[in-house]
């Protein structure tokens, strides 16, 4: 069986590591908020070459506390807008309506999965007051385009980059630095995971770092003195150094994923199968490798009888979710399209050739 993912033994290479910082962990007496999470925060804000890192419970967290320190600074409102594409994972959108914000959904581009930059243009409004372009699958949205529409509107950027680490736009910034501040996920499965939930937010704005800081831990500055309305969303301990472990090795595990997806987008020919677009560059990290095909369901269990694991990501459209009845009646063409067609193959730093070939032929006898 080729598993979608296997997370086991992505995370047994650092087994003898996890268990020393474990034990060192352990041995410290200290379990939250101590000196692993200001140590990875240290390591990561200089992986992205960004100013600030705030580690944080999860990427949904880290997303919604950006929204929230750009309130308390005084640049967001109450019911103000952020544009973002319709087709993200909900939890996007989530964090902008748990900040009392307006999710503008706008249409996206077939092949990238990323915004269609001439929809993006047409949804800006005088509420308008952030984009928050999304690197869905691992490649990095049309940055240029977007600083453009930013500068003419002074419009905040919100980098969702929970499923981008590491990826590399063509003006050399790795996501996270992109920009005014970023969102990432540590979840498991992603590029850069933890053994657990785990987030952090990047930005070179110390004002919007200082405000999280506070915000992920009750809003205090200091011991019982609550300067804000915070929540209770701290980075683990224990989560921050196995995170510190994996970090050295994020560069070629993502460069692993790359040459699988180039090796797919090679050696699959089947015309039934539509292939992703890729140039060849590192603003891609495959995070996923999403192909589109007519009848999925029927596609998905042909590879499962050939012992090769999917996924789907994702089957329903946010503006079609029970949770965001508000956006009821919205219609995207390509988006709703896209949701009834993707499908991810396998794709992990740990696949091995056999499979990788094994998932091809398959993939072409289809």
Avoid: W
């Amino acid at each position: 069986m080729i598993p979608f993912i296997d997370i086991q033994a992505i995370n047994k290479r650092f087994e003898k590591s996890f268990k020393n910082q474990f034990q060192d962990f352990l041995d410290s007496g200290y379990y939250v908020l101590g000196n692993q999470v200001s140590a990875f925060e240290s390591r990561f804000a200089d992986y992205c070459e960004t100013q600030y890192c705030v580690g944080v419970g999860n990427g949904l967290d880290a997303l919604r506390l950006i929204l929230e320190g750009y309130k308390v600074l005084g640049k967001i409102k109450l019911a103000d807008e952020v544009i973002v594409a319709s087709n993200t994972y909900i939890a996007t959108i989530i964090a902008i309506k748990q900040a009392g914000l307006k999710p503008v959904l706008v249409e996206v581009e077939n092949q990238t999965f990323n915004f269609d930059i001439s929809a993006l243009k047409q949804a800006v409004s005088s509420s308008t007051k952030a984009i928050m372009p999304v690197h869905l699958y691992g490649q990095i949205a049309p940055m240029e385009a977007i600083y453009s529409i930013s500068n003419t509107h002074d419009l905040l950027i919100i980098e969702d980059a929970a499923q981008a680490h590491g990826a590399i736009d063509c003006s050399g910034k790795r996501a996270g630095n992109l920009g005014h501040a970023a969102g990432f996920s540590f979840y498991p499965t992603k590029n850069l995971g933890a053994l657990g939930d785990a987030g952090a937010v990047t930005t070179n704005d110390a004002s919007l770092a200082t405000a999280i800081k506070k915000l992920r831990n009750y809003g205090s500055s200091s011991k019982y003195v609550n300067e804000l309305l915070g929540v209770n969303s701290r980075l683990d301990e224990i989560q921050a150094s196995f995170l510190s472990v994996k970090l050295p090795f994020l560069d070629q595990d993502n460069q692993t994923r790359r040459d699988i997806a180039t090796a797919y987008l090679k050696g699959i020919t089947n015309p039934k199968i539509t292939l992703p677009a890729y140039e060849g560059l590192k603003s891609h990290v495959f995070h996923l490798f999403v192909v589109q095909v007519d009848d999925r369901n029927h596609f998905q269990d042909y590879l499962k009888g050939k012992d090769i694991g999917t996924l789907i990501h994702y089957p329903i459209p946010p503006h079609q979710q029970k949770a965001l009845q508000e956006l009821e009646g919205l219609h995207f063409g390509v988006s709703q399209t896209l949701h009834q067609q993707v499908i991810s193959l396998p794709m992990s730093p740990v696949m091995t050739q056999a499979q990788i070939k094994k998932v091809i032929n398959a993939v072409n006898a289809y």
